[in-house]
């Protein structure tokens, strides 16, 4: 293994964890902002109100975009697991 090689697999890796992190993430972000907006509107001073909204988002994206990241990570283990040998050397 070279250096380069392991360096690019790492990279492979950690975009593919990028990947998979960046719906919820995204999500996340989307819902704080809102209430954030709500909150700033109203005067309503409440740091446990943006938990709920959040939570809700999150799972929902995680339910929404399960499909596709299963097809992401099954791709880079088959990936991982075909090329085994020829990483070996």
């Known amino acids: 293994m070279t250096p380069e090689f392991v ?34 509107a109203t005067q309503i001073n409440e740091m446990t109100l943006v938990f709920v909204p959040k939570m809700l988002c999150v799972s929902l994206a995680l339910l929404f975009f399960f499909p596709w990241m299963l097809q992401i990570i099954i791709g880079f283990t088959q990936n991982l697991f075909i090329n085994l040998p020829s990483y070996i050397r």
């Open 7 to 40: 360096t690019g697999f790492f990279v492979q890796a950690i975009k593919t964890a990028m990947l998979l992190a960046a719906p919820m993430l995204l999500m996340g972000l989307i819902a704080g902002v809102l209430v954030s907006m709500f909150q700033a």
